[in-house]
């Protein structure tokens, strides 16, 4: 189609779903229990772990939103959707954003996780986001306008980047980056460019060498990965024979030259690894390898990846191999990747994804954040989220959507609102369930 046509298509998608009508949310009487959808995830994790993760979720109204994107994906496939499909993070809240390095050893700002990745309409990831904004603005005792306007921030910023790259070539928006000196830039507006600057510097320092130092030890005289049950448990022998056997169908994954430089360091240990909110029970390994000698060190993360929260609200999203989901979604919405960013199948089928585990990665601190401040990183994720839309959906048709009034931000900051009082609510069963006893949950941890 000519951009007049699939403008046009982004216009008729308003008779299906009016922009306004994204500030609804009513639960219905027959929306799934929260904590049932959670158990129902459990069945498939590390029995003795999954304490941990309700333990997690159970601290505050965020870290539960951040453990249950499961949950929120029922309640947006519950509502009508605009029909216009990009490849969604599935999980895009404020703390899945953050800085890493490009292949280049650039610092860039962008999403950095996709375990929940799949096609599906694009305002589910800006609902999300939206969402989080505003419950991160109650939980920091910011007032009710406030809360409103950390919600209205990411959603407008969503708007304005998908316009303004709606008019660009392909070329240029396959390009299009969050660097460093656009976050510098933002924040000394704000005042918190001391702050940042101290992070992005933090984050530089977050190397395979700096880890090393941090997370093993000499061991009856060798290097080993230092012991912290639970959150960091030996492998047994017979696991560490079956990481060391699919070694070889994760480098068949990567590119050639890629290939070529893995060869060069060798396996020296692995460990059991807790990670996340949500993630937590999930098979997760640590591996640490060698190059050159002992102090040129390479830390690889293997995730297990099971079926995204989306697939089962979006008829043929279904995938055959959910590492390689994760990674090719990774692939297309992020603006560089991880180089050794690959997938394979593990022992009992279970389908797992490897990455570097430090590579100059860094996130904010959202407690205690002032408002101006929560707004403006807020609209820094809207317009990094944009970005990785428009590299893989119809970025003229969703403009035309949108349009060049505020009409959609301000929905999606009153459905943002709404449920964040819902999800404080869902938050409150979760912690009445853990004080009754229904639910085991490990706190602290």
């Given at each position: ?84 499909t990009v490849q969604l ?86 390009y299009e980056h969050i ?267």
């Open positions: 189609m000519s951009p007049e046509e699939r403008a046009g298509h982004g216009r008729a998608a308003r008779k299906r779903l009016s922009r306004s009508a994204h500030g609804r949310w009513i639960p219905g009487a027959d929306r799934p229990d929260p904590l049932a959808v959670l158990a129902e995830q459990a069945r498939t994790r590390v029995p003795e772990l999954v304490p941990i993760r309700y333990g997690r979720m159970a601290e505050s109204p965020f870290r539960f939103l951040r453990g249950s994107p499961a949950v929120m994906a029922a309640d947006l496939a519950a509502q009508d959707n605009t029909g216009l993070c599935g999980d895009a809240h404020l703390l899945n954003f953050g800085v890493f390095a490009s292949p280049e050893r650039a610092l860039l700002f962008d999403v950095n996780d996709f375990d929940e990745t799949c096609p599906g309409p694009f305002e589910w990831d800006v609902k999300r986001l939206a969402a989080s904004a505003a419950v991160a603005a109650r939980e920091n005792g910011h007032p009710d306008a406030d809360v409103r306007v950390s919600a209205l921030a990411a959603a407008e910023a969503y708007r304005r980047g998908i316009r303004r790259l709606a008019v660009r070539g392909e070329l240029d928006v396959w660097d460093t000196r656009d976050i510098v830039r933002l924040v000394r507006r704000t005042g918190g460019h001391k702050a940042v600057e101290a992070g992005l510097a933090k984050a530089r320092g977050r190397t395979s060498l700096r880890a090393l130092a941090k997370l093993t030890e000499i061991r009856d005289g060798r290097r080993r990965i230092i012991e912290d049950p639970p959150l960091l448990d030996p492998v047994a022998v017979p696991d560490l024979v079956a990481l060391r056997k699919i070694f070889s169908d994760y480098r068949s994954s990567l590119a050639e030259e890629r290939r070529i430089l893995l060869d060069r360091y060798r396996f020296v240990d692995a460990a059991r690894k807790v990670v996340g909110v949500g993630s937590v029970g999930t098979r997760c390994y640590v591996v640490l390898l060698e190059g050159r000698d002992a102090a040129d060190p390479l830390f690889l993360q293997i995730k297990e990846a099971e079926r995204s929260v989306l697939e089962p609200h979006l008829p043929g999203a279904a995938h055959a191999h959910h590492g390689h989901r994760v990674v090719a979604g990774q692939r297309l919405m992020q603006a560089a990747g991880d180089i050794f960013l690959g997938w394979m199948t593990g022992p009992q089928g279970r389908h797992f994804y490897w990455r570097q585990l430090r590579d100059m990665k860094g996130s904010v601190d959202l407690d205690g954040m002032p408002a101006h401040l929560l707004g403006a990183y807020a609209g820094l994720c809207g317009t990094a989220l944009a970005r990785a839309h428009a590299r893989s959906g119809d970025r003229i048709a969703i403009a035309a959507y949108l349009g060049g009034s505020d009409a959609f931000e301000r929905a999606v900051a009153t459905f943002a609102v709404r449920y964040a009082e819902q999800n404080a609510a869902d938050h409150a069963a979760l912690v009445a369930a853990v004080a009754d006893g229904t639910i085991e949950a490990v706190t602290g941890i």
